[in-house]
């Protein structure tokens, strides 16, 4: 993808089997079709949406690795009705790009935030972290405005895209 003369960097969007990636990717783009499962790397306008099964299995890592250098930003989502992390410890450090965590479900009753961040911090010790909900709305636009403002797009360039 181009922007101008120079090839336009994504966020790339990493997290477990059923963690809310795809469904996150929907609601940043604005859409409320339910999220079908990631079979393989999507890339998206500014997005990439990965497979679950990459963070869930060491032997993939390298391919998230090598995926990164096309990325400016790693977001790292977090399901809030989730016990355990899948990734180990400085996950996020092992990349060449800035990570920022997400933590997806919010509104779900067996949602607890404070032990989502806890495990996040596992995986990316510093950053940003989101609290949103895909079905409720919740901090979708403020994080859309902050994704583009990283990436140097407006909402008009969006629309270009």
Not at 75 to 95: C, N, R
């Given at each position: 993808?181009?922007?101008?003369?120079?090839?336009l960097?994504?966020?790339?969007?990493?997290?477990?089997?059923?963690?809310?990636?795809?469904?996150l990717?929907?609601?940043?783009?604005?859409?409320?079709?339910?999220?079908?499962?990631?079979?393989?790397?999507?890339?998206?306008?500014?997005?990439?949406?990965?497979?679950?099964?990459?963070?869930?299995?060491?032997?993939?890592?390298?391919?998230?690795?090598?995926?990164?250098?096309?990325?400016?930003?790693?977001?790292?989502?977090?399901?809030?009705?989730?016990?355990?992390?899948?990734?180990p410890?400085?996950?996020?450090?092992?990349?060449p790009?800035?990570?920022?965590?997400?933590?997806?479900?919010?509104?779900?009753?067996?949602?607890?935030?404070?032990?989502?961040?806890?495990?996040?911090?596992?995986?990316?010790?510093?950053?940003?972290?989101?609290l949103?909900?895909?079905?409720?709305?919740?901090?979708?636009?403020?994080?859309?405005?902050?994704?583009?403002?990283?990436?140097?797009?407006?909402?008009?360039?969006?629309?270009?895209?």
């Amino acid at each position: 993808m181009k922007q101008g003369k120079k090839t336009l960097k994504r966020i790339m969007i990493i997290g477990s089997v059923g963690a809310g990636k795809s469904s996150l990717m929907q609601a940043l783009f604005r859409e409320d079709q339910p999220a079908r499962k990631t079979q393989s790397l999507e890339y998206r306008d500014w997005l990439i949406d990965t497979p679950g099964e990459y963070t869930e299995n060491p032997m993939y890592y390298r391919s998230l690795m090598a995926t990164s250098f096309e990325a400016c930003m790693l977001m790292i989502v977090q399901d809030a009705t989730a016990k355990h992390i899948a990734l180990p410890h400085g996950f996020a450090g092992g990349f060449p790009i800035p990570a920022m965590g997400v933590i997806t479900k919010a509104d779900h009753p067996d949602a607890n935030p404070e032990r989502a961040e806890s495990l996040l911090r596992v995986a990316m010790p510093e950053g940003e972290v989101w609290l949103t909900s895909s079905l409720t709305k919740h901090n979708i636009e403020p994080l859309r405005q902050k994704l583009l403002q990283c990436l140097g797009l407006s909402e008009a360039d969006v629309g270009e895209l």
